[in-house]
């Protein structure tokens, strides 16, 4: 069985890597484990937030210069970030996806715990404020599913006063759908909720709900948890409830993420690409510096061969890295990772602290060829939080670095 | 201290992230099913301790196993909903459910007056008292049966011819082939002789796969020893057994052990899919299929989900592939809401058509010439729910292959 390309997981960077390529006419099959980032995301993508030295960044296109030679962003270099940051609103919307924001400067948007965090571009749905700066002014309710622990409104009003509205009340609804889940205390969790919420007489009775709560308030602000199978719901929502709603985010699953992924896998399957749900690379075979064939546990003895592999694992949460008390390894290639010697520089006993080990990765060069004992592979390309060279968490890169080396590496496989 | 945390059925792994709640298809529609994680691991460890915390509404799980595709942890959820409603649930299934689960006895009866049955089940008032006496909806269009079967064909038409081939296999046909579709079985003959292979019958019995649906337990504990004895004869003469559906080739190999707790470790692996098989053997160029140069044919690939647990759908795409003059799109991979004798029921009539909308619209709005699909039921419920026709792959093959070339092409040199 031979491909032009596979590509070795399903997360954002597998899959923009992936949809370019197969839309190019290459022939691409990804395989896809388990679970990946995008079940946490917060509907924001970051591009850049900090500098390494933790220093906030409102232009984060213009900052990239600042970073050292081996972040990911310094390997594609400025120019092309430019050109692919143009690119990525139309690439998403061509999958479903609208995405808002000025590719320029960063944004704020807003956190479970009600504080704010520089973020890039967002959904169309998702709450985000221009500045830091920005003042609410007005009242606001903030409305939660009766019994929902994972949305934290007392940590959400203490935030949304500081931008100087007035909280005025929080209050609870009881729709019978949700009080049915709520006999299994451990389903009152976002996507259940969001699922009940995807039918329509569901929805219209929440929308009428809240309606019947508001005593003139500017704002209400209510759980991210709308818009599951259609986002067009949200929408419908604003025309239904007379004030502003900001959709707040919730404890994880985050249900924007999962819809996201969902559309981003349609349309590579629609583009034309095999996507292996649920099917995981067990083994591969590199010889001569380069990558030859892969093994899954679905397909067992078949060599499943290409021309080109995009290795796009993740970081240790996707299984993409391992660790054992002595080393980290990546271990479907095992390609050589960067970390120190001295284990107990790995981390830092303050949780909240910076985490050296979220930093930690698979080495590449210029163009995201790994090495394997020292020898580049060049017909592999490491893509996404599987790349050392940063530490995206601390930064606010996450996203940005999947969708920039995900560009880079397909832009690459085209021209060869 | 506990040496060992992972159980059989490794419901410890569950990290509760909710992932397999997003991809139940029965969770949107039916309020009353607890959903996958609650009925699976979460439900097991309260069950562990209390035969007592036993939910009737498992029974509202379709066993479309998505929730265990979907899952990052392996944890088979789908395999612990029926394990507990084997163990726990003592309730004797209804007359209804006892007849939707004999596949083959109802095959059985129906034959001998099939065009009486056919014109029987498709009228109105046997529909209403299907409907009123056995809560089988009446709104439910039934496959028809074929006066002759499979077999009574291969006995008469082809089975003397299959000595001449170097190679061997047994063929485990399934009810579907047998009662309602036997052109499927005439296909995969055609083809696996054509590419040099002999085609052998096995004494099979009914997979089972709808009496664990059911609950019909001991039988279809009867069934699968048999038919896993059967495979032991195949297998010590070298035949390899090769299934043309997806079900019940997932019920043969991981159903037996996972559910019913039958060792089939030493049979599992001859087990395949006629898909599987004809890939594998072009991949090692011990075969060779040449194409007839005017098919032409829009197709769409509905995954049905036994088949996207096997994950073997990708033989399928890459043999449809194959045939020049063909464009496939596969759908977005949902289920079709039919799940064996799930839709029939007359309580779960609604809800099955409503988890099969998507893939409904997305067929209407692809407007093919025709959908591909390995399983028979799908392919009763989307003719029934859309104005196409379905095909198995086998029998796309069968229709594009160039048979006679193929068989030369094939020819020991
Ligand atoms: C909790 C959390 C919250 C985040 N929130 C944000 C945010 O709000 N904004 C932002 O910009 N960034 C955020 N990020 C970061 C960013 O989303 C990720 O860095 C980015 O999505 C990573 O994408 P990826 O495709 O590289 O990896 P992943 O999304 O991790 O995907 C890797 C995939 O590979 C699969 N895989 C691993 N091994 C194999 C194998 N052997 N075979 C097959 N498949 C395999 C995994 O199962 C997984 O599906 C967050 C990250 C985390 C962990
Ligand atoms: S997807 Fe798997 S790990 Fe997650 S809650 Fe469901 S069973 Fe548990
Ligand atoms: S097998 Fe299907 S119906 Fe049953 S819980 Fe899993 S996803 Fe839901």
Redesign the pocket.
């Known amino acids: 069985m031979r491909y032009d390309v596979i590509l070795i997981g399903g997360g954002l960077s597998s899959l923009v890597c992936g949809i370019t390529l197969q839309k190019a006419g290459k022939r691409c099959l990804m395989v896809s484990a388990g679970q990946n980032a995008l079940h946490f995301s917060s509907g924001t993508f970051g591009l850049l937030g900090k500098l390494p030295n933790g220093k906030e960044v409102s232009e984060p296109i213009a900052a990239i210069h600042k970073l050292g030679a081996s972040h990911p962003y310094s390997k594609i270099g400025g120019g092309k970030i430019m050109e692919y940051a143009k690119a990525t609103p139309q690439f998403f919307a061509d999958c479903g996806i609208e995405l808002k924001g000025n590719r320029n400067s960063n944004m704020y948007r807003l956190t479970p715990s009600g504080t704010l965090m520089p973020c890039w571009l967002a959904l169309k749905e998702t709450t985000v404020f221009p500045s830091r700066k920005e003042r609410l002014r007005g009242r606001m309710l903030i409305v939660n599913f009766a019994g929902y622990l994972d949305f934290n409104t007392d940590f959400l009003a203490e935030g949304l006063e500081k931008m100087g509205v007035s909280v005025s009340r929080i209050a609870d609804v009881k729709l019978p759908d949700v009080e049915h889940l709520r006999q299994n205390p451990t389903e009152m969790r976002s996507v259940n909720i969001a699922r009940v919420m995807d039918r329509e007489e569901n929805w219209k009775q929440f929308a009428k709900e809240v309606a019947d709560l508001l005593q003139g308030e500017e704002y209400v602000v209510i759980p991210e948890v709308f818009g599951l199978a259609d986002p067009m719901v949200c929408e419908w929502l604003r025309e239904m409830i007379p004030a502003e709603i900001l959709f707040a985010g919730t404890m994880p699953p985050s249900v924007p993420g999962i819809r996201m992924q969902m559309l981003l896998k349609r349309a590579f399957v629609y583009a034309g690409g095999t996507f292996l749900m649920g099917d995981e690379v067990l083994a591969s075979e590199v010889s001569e510096g380069r990558a030859r064939s892969v093994r899954t546990a679905n397909l067992g003895a078949i060599d499943v061969e290409a021309d080109h592999f995009v290795l796009a694992s993740g970081h240790f949460f996707a299984k993409g890295l391992l660790s054992t008390p002595k080393a980290v390894l990546e271990p479907v290639f095992g390609l050589d990772v960067s970390y120190p010697a001295d284990r107990n520089s790995w981390y830092d006993i303050d949780f909240f602290a910076k985490q050296n080990y979220l930093g930690f990765g698979v080495e590449t060069d210029q163009d995201f060829h790994p090495f394997k004992d020292g020898s580049p592979v060049g017909n592999l390309y490491v893509i996404g939080a599987e790349l050392g060279g940063c530490n995206s968490l601390f930064e606010g890169s996450g996203a940005g670095v999947a969708i920039m080396t995900a560009f880079r590496a397909a832009e690459i496989i085209m021209n060869e | 201290m506990q040496q060992r945390n992972i159980s059989f059925n490794n419901f410890e792994q569950c990290i509760k992230c909710t992932i397999?709640t997003v991809?139940?298809?029965?969770?949107s529609v039916n309020p009353a099913f607890p959903?996958?994680k609650q009925?699976?691991p979460d439900g097991e460890r309260l069950r562990l301790k209390n035969k007592f915390f036993f939910d009737e509404n498992l029974k509202f799980?379709?066993?479309?196993?998505?929730?265990?595709v979907a899952c990052p942890s392996g944890v088979k959820?789908?395999d612990l909903?029926h394990s507990a409603r084997r163990n726990y649930d003592k309730q004797f299934p209804e007359l209804r459910d006892v007849v939707l689960a004999n596949t083959d006895l109802m095959g059985k009866f129906a034959r001998p007056v099939a065009p009486l049955v056919n014109s029987l089940i498709s009228t109105k008032p046997a529909k209403v008292v299907m409907d009123v006496m056995l809560d089988i909806d009446r709104n439910r269009a039934f496959p028809k049966y074929q006066s002759r079967g499979f077999r009574g064909w291969f006995k008469k038409e082809a089975r003397a011819a299959q000595d001449c081939y170097r190679n061997q296999l047994a063929y485990f046909h399934g009810c579907s082939t047998e009662y309602q579709h036997p052109e499927v079985g005439k296909a995969f003959v055609q083809v696996m002789n054509a590419v040099g292979w002999g085609v052998r019958l096995l004494k099979e019995k009914c997979c089972g796969v709808a009496m664990i649906s059911n609950g019909l337990w001991s039988q279809v504990a009867r069934n699968a020893n048999h038919n896993i004895a059967e495979f032991r004869k195949a297998v010590s003469r070298g035949l390899p057994i090769v299934a043309t559906a997806s079900t019940c080739t997932l019920t043969m190999r991981d159903e037996y052990p996972h559910i019913l707790g039958i060792d089939n470790a030493d049979v599992r692996d001859h087990i395949t899919l006629v898909e599987k098989f004809l890939f594998e053997k072009l991949d090692a160029g011990e075969i060779r299929l040449v194409f007839k140069n005017d098919y032409r044919a829009r197709i769409v690939y509905h995954i049905p989900?036994h088949m996207e647990k096997l994950g073997w759908s990708i033989f399928t795409e890459e043999l449809i592939r194959m045939i020049p003059g063909v464009s496939l799109t596969v759908l977005d991979s949902g289920c079709c809401g039919i799940a064996g004798t799930y839709g029939f029921k007359k309580e779960n009539y609604a809800s099955s058509q409503a988890i099969g909308k998507s893939v409904f619209d997305q067929i209407n709005a692809l407007s093919p010439d025709f959908v591909c699909c390995e399983c028979e039921t799908c392919k009763w419920q989307i003719e029934m729910s859309t104005a196409y026709k379905v095909f198995n792959p086998i029998v796309i093959l069968a229709e594009a292959l160039d048979l006679e070339a193929t068989a030369a092409a094939n020819q020991p040199r």
């Open positions: 397999c991809y139940c298809p029965v969770v959903g996958p009925a699976g799980c379709m066993n479309c196993k998505r929730c265990e959820i789908a909903i989900c």
